[in-house]
């Protein structure tokens, strides 16, 4: 079945430590999205790509970073400048970035602080 | 500009009707809806385009008032399935091709049996 795998589904950051999340999809979508959601708040764009070597910051980009050197892979990394990183991350896919198309979401991945 | 989803949450018991409006300052190209359960993905619903159109989803449908810059989701006959955050997310009309989704706060929808 097609769809978008995040891994892992938790996961705990130290102190001072990078973290990386993964997102892989198999929809053959050339766009790829990550958001953030914190309790009870609506999504709001970290980054997103149009395709592969490309991506662009949304409005929250600040301590986060991604690649996008497959097509199908959109990691993202949290870095420890990211001083509040404690939300549910969810990664999305469509067709293309145009209004008129559907995104379809992972599973999320809820990241803590320890 | 974040839309303004009203209200903000509604207990209904089963076979009710609800009405989810989602509001945006700015003027829209589409306007997106999305149903999430507790610590689940966003499931896609429908999409508008501007030109004013509705659709139809089974017993969940929507509308788009271009002029009012509002869509209205119109859930009929609710089932206990309905449960759930419903989420909008608008694009505004842009004139360059960067695009992105700003989404509502949500409106969480409780179904009592």
């Known amino acids: 079945d097609g769809g978008i795998t995040q891994s892992p589904k938790y996961l705990f950051r130290k102190e001072g430590q990078n973290v990386t999340l993964s997102c892989e999809q198999n929809?053959?979508?050339?766009?790829m999205y990550w958001y953030r959601q914190d309790p009870g708040q609506g999504l709001r764009l970290i980054y997103y790509?149009?395709?592969?070597?490309?991506?662009q910051k949304g409005d929250i980009a600040e301590g986060y970073s991604v690649s996008r050197e497959k097509k199908e892979s959109f990691p993202l990394t949290v870095t420890s400048a990211q001083k509040n990183p404690t939300a549910f991350y969810l990664c999305?896919?469509?067709?293309?970035?145009?209004?008129?198309?559907?995104?379809?979401f992972g599973d999320g991945t809820r990241l803590s602080i320890l | 500009q974040q839309p303004v989803q009203s209200p903000q949450a509604v207990i209904l018991r089963e076979g009710e009707d609800a009405v989810i409006n989602c509001s945006s300052s700015?003027?829209?190209?589409?306007v997106h809806w999305y149903r999430q359960k507790h610590g689940e993905a966003p499931v896609f619903l429908m999409i508008?385009?501007?030109g004013g159109e509705q659709k139809g989803h089974e017993k969940i449908s929507a509308s788009f008032n271009e002029k009012k810059q509002q869509s209205s989701l119109y859930l009929t006959a609710s089932q206990l399935s309905y449960s759930g955050t419903y989420f909008c997310?608008?694009?505004?009309?842009?004139?360059?091709?960067?695009?992105?989704?700003?989404w509502g706060a949500g409106t969480k929808l409780i179904i009592k049996p």
């Open positions: 997310g608008t694009e505004e009309t842009k004139m360059d091709s960067n695009y992105q989704l700003i």
């Open positions: 929809l053959n979508h050339d766009a």
């Open positions: 999305a896919s469509s067709w293309d970035a145009g209004g008129n198309q559907p995104q379809h």
């Open positions: 790509s149009q395709i592969v070597n490309d991506f």
């Open positions: 700015k003027a829209l190209y589409s």
């Open positions: 508008l385009l501007k």
